[in-house]
């Protein structure tokens, strides 16, 4: 099975404060999502990666950044963390079907993490 | 632009009965459609997915959906809920225009069952 793991369940920091978001998956998946799920609104994509060191922003990048030193490793970092960042965040990582010559992604997500910013 | 369109955003049953979670897309080209399900503090599990052939798909734990072309609709449904069916389902669809499929998820429905 597929597993992507996250490095905290439940995490609470203060204004200004610079946050890491880790995300590592065991199956060799070449690309990796960072998602942010707020009530009402849905999985917003915040940042993707295809391959090591390459990354592309995704819907709403604004105040984040990431990293992706090791194929298995996503990173998601808030530089100076907001209240309005305050949200569940959600990697996920992906195995690209080739169907009829165009591509389509099977996501797996890992379990989240709870983020409040106080 | 693509776009996901979960017509409930919630909808509540009791145990037992059957269920219909809606979801349409706009889309010019084919494309190729997923179910996830969210339960409570957990991340997405993959229901079921389209990408070719048949268009009713069966996925995990008695759902089923039909691939609708002309309406453009991906509905999920299941003869029978059981309490443990509680949760939050998400629709999503590849983005065609994307050359690595990308998906573009709906808001997501939560379904109640009650006892």
């Known amino acids: 099975d597929v597993k992507v793991t996250q490095s905290s369940r439940y995490l609470v920091k203060r204004t200004g404060e610079k946050v890491f978001l880790e995300c590592v998956q065991d199956?060799?998946?070449?690309?990796m999502f960072w998602y942010r799920q707020d009530p009402g609104l849905g999985l917003r994509l915040i940042y993707f990666?295809?391959?090591?060191?390459?990354?592309e922003k995704g819907d709403i990048p604004e105040g984040y950044s990431v990293s992706r030193e090791k194929k298995e490793r996503f990173s998601l970092i808030l530089e100076s963390a907001s209240t309005n960042q305050t949200s569940m965040y959600l990697c996920?990582?992906?195995?690209?079907?080739?169907?009829?010559?165009?591509?389509?992604?099977?996501?797996?997500f890992g379990p989240g993490t709870r983020l409040t910013v106080l | 632009a693509q776009s996901v369109t979960q017509l409930d955003s919630q909808v509540p049953v009791f145990e037992e009965a059957p269920v219909e979670l809606r979801c349409n897309y706009s889309?010019?080209?084919?494309?190729?459609l997923f179910w996830y399900v969210q339960y409570p503090n957990q991340g997405l599990q993959l229901l079921l997915k389209?990408?070719?052939?048949?268009?009713l798909v069966k996925g995990i734990n008695g759902f089923e959906a039909e691939f609708n072309k002309s309406q453009t609709s991906f509905h999920l449904r299941k003869p029978s809920v059981h309490i443990s069916d509680t949760a939050e389902y998400f629709c999503?669809?590849?983005?065609?225009?994307?050359?690595?499929?990308?998906?573009?998820f709906g808001k997501g429905t939560k379904l109640s069952v009650k006892p």
């Open positions: 996920a990582s992906s195995l690209v079907l080739a169907v009829g010559g165009r591509a389509a992604n099977e996501q797996f």
């Open positions: 199956m060799d998946h070449e690309n």
């Open positions: 990666s295809y391959d090591v060191k390459m990354k």
């Open positions: 889309s010019s080209v084919s494309v190729y």
């Open positions: 389209y990408l070719s052939g048949s268009t």
């Open positions: 999503a669809v590849s983005d065609p225009g994307g050359s690595q499929g990308n998906l573009i």
